[in-house]
């Protein structure tokens, strides 16, 4: 079955950088477009990063753009996002999952900016 297991989180200080990673099975992940998503206590699921099945096309939000870099290793079925100048409310959940999405997701990794 498809899962996501998702890596890299933990308490970062206003402006430092994490890496998250997402190791993705049950399906063919070079056919796939994969996205970063993050959920934050009482809001909704929020997409900060998608990239295509090449890894040539990405996107972001408004929010994240010039801060996060998407990027995925095909040979390892792992999709990456490196996130720069973090602020507080870059805290959140974060989730990877495929385009189109997958009803699984994954447990998460917990980000937290705090001084």
């Known amino acids: 079955q498809v899962q996501f297991v998702e890596s890299g989180g933990g308490l970062v200080q206003p402006g430092g950088s994490l890496r998250l990673s997402c190791v993705a099975s049950?399906?063919?992940?070079?056919?796939?477009?994969m996205s970063w998503y993050r959920q934050a206590p009482g809001k909704e699921r929020e997409l900060v990063a998608s990239i295509d099945s090449t890894g040539f096309r990405r996107s972001y939000p408004d929010s994240v753009q010039g801060r996060f870099i998407v990027s995925r290793a095909n040979t390892k079925s792992t999709v990456y996002l490196q996130m720069n100048s973090l602020k507080p409310e870059d805290a959140a959940v974060y989730y990877c999952?495929?385009?189109?999405?997958?009803?699984?997701w994954g447990q998460g990794t917990q980000v937290t900016v705090s001084s």
């Open positions: 999952n495929r385009r189109p999405v997958s009803e699984s």
């Open positions: 049950g399906f063919i992940f070079s056919a796939f477009g």
